[in-house]
């Protein structure tokens, strides 16, 4: 009898450890996974970092030759008595415009920087948007005439209400950039509509439009809104940037095909926001 409950210990004791061991090899199993999970995403998270650098260090060394040249150009002609100072206005004009290009792209980069960390905070006070969308559009007269177009604003007197400024300037900022970039030098449309509780921002241009099956994609990181055969400019962020300062305050980004060609990116933004971080 004593033998038979010694085999049966036996018994059980191996049932246990053949247990213990499946589970241990389901443990170290999912262990497994999950650091080939996390090992694939700090890949792609290394590789989105190191394509980024590349951009950005393209991107911000490419303007330095064509400034450096205009100030020798400058220069050169005034040493040499060739320039008169409406011609010597007109260079200052184009280098400065040259020169706020490359700060825009700059303070892109901390933008980026800001939201990939966490550390984007809104900052939200009084003012007047109507305001605001004039002075931006009056800093886009000069490089919309050197990009040969124009910029008609339809925008109501007064428009009160509580965001936070700087975001509100950037967002509009790059949605008028974008529209003289990809407007084949047609006339960009800057539109604000006051909706009581919430406000909408239209930026409309007459180039050849956004596809349907790319109007998400474009506001993905390092993605562009180019056809194929087509080369556009600049770090492929800016409307990420844009989605992500929108959507910060707890506003919407869409962009539409608009009637009679062009494409139009509404903004939708309630009239409040509060104090907040992204």
């Not at 036996?10 to 999950?34: G, T």
């Not at 890949?43 to 951009?55: N, Y």
């Not at 109507?130 to 604003?153: C, K, L, M, Q, W």
Request: aromatic content about 4%; some cysteine; overall charge neutral.
């Amino acid at each position: 009898m004593s033998h038979m409950v010694t085999v049966g210990q036996r018994v059980y004791r191996m049932s246990s450890m053949i247990q213990d061991l499946s589970d241990r090899a389901s443990s170290s199993q999912a262990s497994l996974e999950d650091l080939r999970r996390r090992n694939a995403e700090l890949v792609e998270a290394v590789a989105a970092r190191d394509a980024f650098i590349a951009i950005a260090a393209h991107e911000l060394r490419n303007p330095m030759t064509p400034m450096i040249g205009q100030v020798e150009l400058l220069l050169s002609a005034v040493k040499a008595g060739k320039y008169s100072s409406q011609q010597i206005e007109q260079r200052l004009e184009r280098i400065n415009l040259v020169m706020n290009h490359y700060l825009k792209r700059a303070s892109t980069l901390l933008d980026v920087s800001r939201i990939t960390s966490g550390n984007l905070r809104l900052d939200p006070s009084p003012f007047d948007l109507a305001d605001v969308v004039r002075g931006v559009v009056e800093t886009f007269a000069e490089a919309a005439r050197h990009g040969g177009t124009s910029i008609r604003i339809e925008v109501p007197l007064t428009c009160p209400g509580v965001w936070d400024r700087l975001a509100i300037e950037q967002i509009i900022d790059n949605l008028i950039s974008n529209a003289i970039k990809y407007g084949a030098r047609q006339p960009v449309d800057v539109m604000l509509h006051d909706g009581g509780s919430t406000i909408l921002v239209q930026i409309r241009d007459h180039g050849p439009g956004v596809s349907p099956e790319n109007r998400t994609r474009i506001f993905g990181r390092f993605e562009r809104a180019v056809g194929p055969g087509e080369h556009g400019g600049g770090f492929g962020i800016g409307l990420w940037v844009v989605r992500q300062l929108v959507e910060a305050m707890n506003g919407k980004i869409v962009v539409d095909g608009a009637k009679g060609g062009g494409s139009v990116f509404n903004v939708t933004l309630p009239r409040h926001v509060e104090a907040s971080r992204a």
